[in-house]
């Protein structure tokens, strides 16, 4: 399989590269990682620029606010992005996560709602799928949901949500039938992260930075409008948020994996390096290209 561009991709490789090099601003050059370093108003004025630019969505239906191309096209721009280390959309969770599920899964209302001031990063999302305890197993969600009347009722814990501590919703999953065990039972939510009872403890890493979160739920209310999908099958809505995530979120982790790697390589060349350490730097190398 031939992975080079086409000459359409090629074009759109170039566009990308040139806009991003004129319109980036000195001050986020070269910065990138995590949450903990992207909720400035810099950051959200570059996340505007972006989607004004056509850089958001791009992959996304037009009706939706996107450009209708196909993920390829995504991954160009990734790859354009990690090679300058500009900053990513504060609305990662958003774009990668939340926005394709709710168009996949979600009502015409939560499209009409949700879908266009995420894109133009005037609210940001969160995930809070990961809990205390269950480590990567969705299946193990303890935290519940009650139905009272139009609406549920959460009580529980959530942990690793990035973004949490700026969040306007989170994506949530939640057991709604006590009784149920594992895949069953579960229901998707959006949940408005500024509801009485969310309460958001940033978690401090060794880097002395807080990326991470723990989300505390206690007594707070979700209207059924907020549900996505159907009562009772969360899992199956979780399932298609998981596969975007893997796809897109992955995209940009494999395009920035490469741009560190590319400098390690660099300075192997420029200082020297063991035979262990060049037949790390090559092992990884060919770990990479297996990614891609």
């Keep these: 399989m031939d992975f080079r561009d086409t000459p359409e991709q090629a074009a759109f490789r170039a566009e990308v590269r040139t806009w991003i090099d004129e319109n980036l601003p000195t001050e986020l050059r070269g910065h990138h990682g995590g949450a903990a370093r992207f909720d400035g108003p810099e950051v959200r004025a570059w996340s505007?620029?972006?989607?004004?630019?056509?850089?958001?969505?791009?992959?996304w239906p037009a009706e939706y606010g996107g450009r209708g191309l196909s993920p390829?096209?995504?991954?160009?721009?990734?790859?354009?992005?990690?090679?300058?280390?500009?900053?990513?959309?504060?609305?990662?969770?958003?774009?990668?996560?939340?926005?394709?599920?709710?168009?996949?899964?979600?009502?015409?209302?939560?499209?009409a709602?949700?879908?266009k001031p995420l894109l133009a990063a005037e609210e940001i999302w969160c995930q809070g799928f990961s809990e205390p305890g269950a480590g990567s197993d969705l299946a193990g969600v303890r935290a519940s949901a009650r139905l009272d009347?139009?609406?549920?009722?959460?009580d529980g814990q959530k942990v690793w949500s990035s973004y949490a501590h700026i969040a306007?919703?989170?994506?949530?999953?939640?057991?709604?039938?006590?009784?149920?065990?594992?895949?069953?039972?579960?229901?998707?939510?959006?949940?408005?992260?500024?509801?009485?009872g969310v309460d958001v403890r940033p978690l401090t890493q060794i880097t002395g930075e807080a990326e991470f979160n723990e989300i505390f739920l206690s007594g707070v209310e979700v209207p059924l409008e907020n549900v996505v999908g159907e009562i009772g099958k969360g899992w199956d809505v979780a399932m298609t948020t998981l596969l975007h995530e893997r796809g897109t979120l992955g995209f940009a982790l494999?395009?920035?994996l490469?741009?560190?790697?590319?400098?390690?390589?660099?300075?192997?060349?420029d200082r020297g390096a063991t035979p262990t350490q060049r037949?790390?730097?090559?092992?990884?190398?060919?770990?990479l290209q297996a990614l891609r």
């Design 258 to 269: 490469e741009v560190q790697l590319r400098k390690l390589v660099a300075l192997a060349g």
């Design 48 to 59: 505007r620029a972006l989607h004004d630019g056509g850089w958001v969505g791009i992959s």
């Design 72 to 111: 390829r096209f995504q991954a160009i721009y990734l790859e354009e992005e990690a090679r300058a280390e500009a900053p990513p959309h504060i609305g990662v969770i958003g774009l990668g996560m939340a926005g394709p599920t709710i168009i996949s899964r979600g009502t015409e209302e939560q499209k």
């Design 168 to 196: 306007d919703f989170c994506i949530l999953v939640a057991r709604s039938d006590p009784a149920s065990e594992r895949h069953a039972g579960l229901t998707y939510l959006i949940v408005d992260m500024h509801a009485p």
């Design 279 to 287: 037949e790390a730097l090559a092992r990884e190398w060919i770990q």
């Design 113 to 115: 709602r949700y879908l």
């Design 149 to 154: 009347g139009d609406r549920f009722v959460l």
């Design 254 to 256: 494999v395009a920035r």
